[in-house]
Nanobody
Framework: DVQLQASGGGLVQAGGSLRLSCEAS????????IAWFRQAPGKEREEVSC????????YFSDSVKGRFTIPSDNRKNTVDLQMNSLKPEDTAVYYC????????????????????WGQGTLVTVSS
């Protein structure tokens, strides 16, 4: 089974940065997509980003585009999420997820696209 471990959350002031890590293990294929989702208090879980292993293409939601990125210096089997210019509305529990298929394509925003989920890491942005 694929196992995911998300880490790196914490408390940061608005305008600051955090780098989350998603360490994955148990893949039986080289073709997979790794996504980040988040769930703010009292809100539904929403998509943040996705990267595909076969093409390396990255996708970001409009709310984080230009502020979040997936660094190219990731360690093997780890997908990081670099979060810059953080805002109080970025406060949420961040989850990483993995799905079969090496491209994110148009379905990356949907939770059903992913088979495995990490436990989540809390990010709190103070104003």
């Amino acid at each position: 089974d694929v196992q995911l471990q998300a880490s790196g959350g914490g408390l940061v002031q608005a305008g600051g940065s955090l780098r989350l890590s998603c360490e994955a293990s148990g893949f039986t294929s080289d073709d997979y997509a790794i996504a980040w989702f988040r769930q703010a208090p009292g809100k539904e879980r929403e998509e943040v980003s996705c990267i595909g292993s076969s093409d390396g293409k990255m996708y970001f939601s409009d709310s984080v585009k230009g502020r979040f990125t997936i660094p190219s210096d990731n360690r093997k089997n780890t997908v990081d999420l670099q979060m810059n210019s953080l805002k109080p509305e970025d406060t949420a529990v961040y989850y990483c997820a993995a799905g079969v298929g090496g491209q994110c394509t148009g379905g990356w925003r949907f939770e059903l696209r992913y088979d495995s989920w990490g436990q989540g890491t809390l990010v709190t942005v103070s104003s």
